[in-house]
């Protein structure tokens, strides 16, 4: 079976510093993708970043980046220039690719809360 | 352009009741995902709907059920609650076809069992 886990339950950040939320993973599958999704305290889950487990190259969206470690199973998201809005529950996620048994459902850990300080 | 839509926004149930939870998807998204968000366990993955058809389900009793409709959108049922069904019940659409199966979230439903 597939496991995401996030050791880091509370995380704090100044404004316009650099915070990296970790992810480790764990699975069979050679074909996946993994997701960092965000959770306000509105609670909409809002897609942040995607990464394909085939692509080596680290996924870029704006100030956020992610640094895949493939071989090590880590999936750490990084977010410069921290904002107040950046302040949410961050989920690291797991999907299995179109052709796998884990395809149709997300993979969740247990979730990093990120606190943004002034 | 619409995103996924819920409701009701809060629910409130007693023991034994039966909670019918509603979803609607994306236009033109025809996967409906349901899960299941309860403090200190996390979100988990309930059911999978595709096409009408329900395709997969996580480890949950019987008593949640389901089903989509010919427009997509989809319903969860809750039978015989429990106290510990008290949870945020978060849909997600997507694209099934797409080649890395993005979900789009809902706002949720926050069912509470009293």
């Known amino acids: 079976a597939q496991t995401v886990t996030q050791s880091q339950p509370e995380m704090s950040v100044q404004e316009a510093e650099t915070v990296t939320l970790s992810c480790t993973y764990d699975t069979s599958e050679s074909d996946y993708y993994l997701f960092w999704y965000k959770q306000p305290p509105s609670r909409q889950m809002i897609l942040v970043i995607r990464?394909?487990?085939?692509?080596?190259q680290n996924a870029t969206e704006n100030r956020f980046s992610v640094n895949f470690q493939k071989a090590a199973k880590s999936f750490s998201l990084k977010i410069s220039d921290s904002q107040l809005g950046d302040a949410a529950m961050y989920f690291c996620?797991?999907?299995?690719?179109?052709?796998?048994?884990?395809?149709?459902?997300?993979?969740f850990g247990t979730g990093t809360r990120l606190q943004v300080t002034l | 352009e619409a995103g996924v839509t819920q409701s009701p926004t809060h629910l409130i149930k007693t023991r034994g009741q039966q909670a019918t939870l509603r979803c609607s998807p994306i236009s033109g998204h025809t996967s409906v995902y349901w899960y299941q968000q309860a403090l200190g366990l996390g979100l988990q993955f309930l059911l999978w709907?595709?096409?009408?058809?329900?395709?997969n389900r996580g480890n949950f009793p019987p008593r949640f059920s389901g089903r989509q409709f010919p427009n997509y959108s989809s319903e969860l049922n809750v039978n015989a609650l429990e106290l510990e069904d008290s949870a945020l019940y978060l849909c997600?659409?997507?694209?099934?076809?797409?080649?890395?199966?993005?979900?789009?979230f809902g706002p949720g439903t926050r069912l509470t069992v009293l």
């Open positions: 990464q394909e487990a085939y692509k080596q």
């Open positions: 996620a797991y999907t299995g690719g179109p052709n796998t048994g884990t395809a149709s459902k997300l993979t």
């Open positions: 997600a659409s997507s694209l099934f076809r797409s080649s890395y199966n993005e979900q789009f």
């Open positions: 709907y595709d096409e009408g058809e329900e395709r």
